[in-house]
């Protein structure tokens, strides 16, 4: 998955968000995402249940 900053995004628990920052590469890949109600999340993209919109 191929994710830029300012991408929409969609979670299966925290819903809408927005890319804030990416970090790492290959399987160390991880996203912050804000989530609005959730806040900004830190998450591994190779677990992520994320899909971009």
């Known amino acids: ?3 830029e900053v300012g991408q929409r995004v969609s979670h299966d628990t925290f819903g809408l968000g927005t890319v ?3 970090a ?4 160390k890949s991880e996203a912050t995402i804000n989530f609005g109600q959730y806040g ?3 998450l591994l993209l190779r ?3 994320v899909v971009v919109l």
């Open 47 to 49: 677990y992520a249940p």
């Open 24 to 27: 790492g590469e290959g399987d």
């Open 40 to 42: 900004e999340k830190r």
């Open 20 to 22: 804030v920052a990416l």
């Open 1 to 3: 998955m191929v994710l």
